[in-house]
């Protein structure tokens, strides 16, 4: 397996096909769902069942979604029991036996990645993984969902490649895209990177804002860690935690909200 694997998504390429949508379900074992909405998802499509979803913005432009697998993810730094883990290569995965269902992860990440199994009997927290099994095991040479495009809207290497090819593309066509790389150095530099001819601030819990380059853990820990989490009741920090993602649920419904009535009014 390479190192430092990583996707690039060329916003530009993207049909909105969703078969990188239908090849994540497929090599990850996850179960079909009907049409929007469904139950459990945030507004942006992703949820324990899909791992990867493409967010619909205004005149035609399809916006794929999935784990950014940061560099320093914030996931990681905040989840007390392990769960969450930076593999050597690179990808973010997770231990669901090791999940105690406590959500720090899914307040942590800025981009709302995690998502809780609601409906399960035995719940944890779910993502994409960047199909590290396969990838580790040799099975498969790129993940599923890069594999799956028609277009080459997603494409995978080492990191330091994908940035080059950005920038290539960047300097190749100026007047096409947004003269930057989305995940380059944002939160400290991601190993899912995008360049596009429409910002993209809106895949972030930032209320839209952009965020910093600076990686979160220290800051997310900083916080957290004032939280005794064995000492504090379970009800008040689930309720809290809930609160807290609700609210966020609903910033992403009005953006949502925002996007169709730009949409009808193009
Ligand atoms: S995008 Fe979110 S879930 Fe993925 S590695 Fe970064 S902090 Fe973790
Ligand atoms: S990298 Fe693998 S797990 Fe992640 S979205 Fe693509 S197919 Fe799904
Ligand atoms: S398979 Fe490729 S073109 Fe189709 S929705 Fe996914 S990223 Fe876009």
Same mark, same amino acid.
């Given at each position: 397996m390479i190192e430092h694997p990583c996707i690039l998504t060329?916003? /530009?390429?993207?049909?909105? %096909?969703?078969q990188c949508v239908a090849a994540c379900k497929k090599i990850n074992h996850l179960p079909p769902e009907g049409p929007p909405?469904?139950?459990?998802?945030t507004p942006d499509g992703l949820s324990a069942d899909r791992w990867t979803t493409v967010v619909r913005r205004p005149h035609n432009h399809f916006v794929r979604k999935q784990c950014r697998h940061c560099s320093q993810p914030a996931c990681v730094s905040v989840c007390p029991v392990g769960a969450m883990q930076k593999t050597p290569e690179g990808p973010v995965i997770y231990d669901k036996a090791k999940? &105690?269902? %406590?959500r720090y992860c899914m307040m942590a990440c800025p981009y709302g990645v995690p998502h809780y199994e609601w409906g399960s009997a035995n719940p944890s927290v779910r993502k994409c993984i960047l199909c590290y099994p396969s990838l580790k095991a040799g /099975?498969?040479?790129?993940p599923a969902c890069v594999h799956a495009c028609p277009t080459e809207a997603t494409i995978f290497g080492r990191r330091e490649e994908m940035v080059a090819e950005a920038r290539r593309r960047l300097r190749a066509e100026p007047a096409k895209y947004v003269q930057r790389i989305w995940g380059e150095k944002q939160v400290g530099g991601t190993s899912v990177l995008y360049i596009s001819?429409?910002? &993209?601030?809106? &895949?972030?819990?930032?209320?839209g804002r952009e965020l910093s380059d600076k990686p979160l853990p220290p800051l997310t820990w900083g916080t957290l860690k004032q939280v005794p989490f064995e000492f504090v009741g379970m009800g008040v920090l689930m309720g809290s935690l809930y609160w807290i993602i609700e609210r966020r649920r609903r910033r992403m419904e009005e953006n949502a909200a925002g996007a169709g009535e730009e949409r009808h009014g193009e």
């Amino acid at each position: 397996m390479i190192e430092h694997p990583c996707i690039l998504t060329d916003v /530009t390429k993207c049909i909105g %096909c969703e078969q990188c949508v239908a090849a994540c379900k497929k090599i990850n074992h996850l179960p079909p769902e009907g049409p929007p909405p469904r139950p459990g998802s945030t507004p942006d499509g992703l949820s324990a069942d899909r791992w990867t979803t493409v967010v619909r913005r205004p005149h035609n432009h399809f916006v794929r979604k999935q784990c950014r697998h940061c560099s320093q993810p914030a996931c990681v730094s905040v989840c007390p029991v392990g769960a969450m883990q930076k593999t050597p290569e690179g990808p973010v995965i997770y231990d669901k036996a090791k999940c &105690l269902g %406590c959500r720090y992860c899914m307040m942590a990440c800025p981009y709302g990645v995690p998502h809780y199994e609601w409906g399960s009997a035995n719940p944890s927290v779910r993502k994409c993984i960047l199909c590290y099994p396969s990838l580790k095991a040799g /099975t498969i040479d790129r993940p599923a969902c890069v594999h799956a495009c028609p277009t080459e809207a997603t494409i995978f290497g080492r990191r330091e490649e994908m940035v080059a090819e950005a920038r290539r593309r960047l300097r190749a066509e100026p007047a096409k895209y947004v003269q930057r790389i989305w995940g380059e150095k944002q939160v400290g530099g991601t190993s899912v990177l995008y360049i596009s001819d429409i910002p &993209l601030d809106f &895949l972030a819990w930032n209320d839209g804002r952009e965020l910093s380059d600076k990686p979160l853990p220290p800051l997310t820990w900083g916080t957290l860690k004032q939280v005794p989490f064995e000492f504090v009741g379970m009800g008040v920090l689930m309720g809290s935690l809930y609160w807290i993602i609700e609210r966020r649920r609903r910033r992403m419904e009005e953006n949502a909200a925002g996007a169709g009535e730009e949409r009808h009014g193009e």
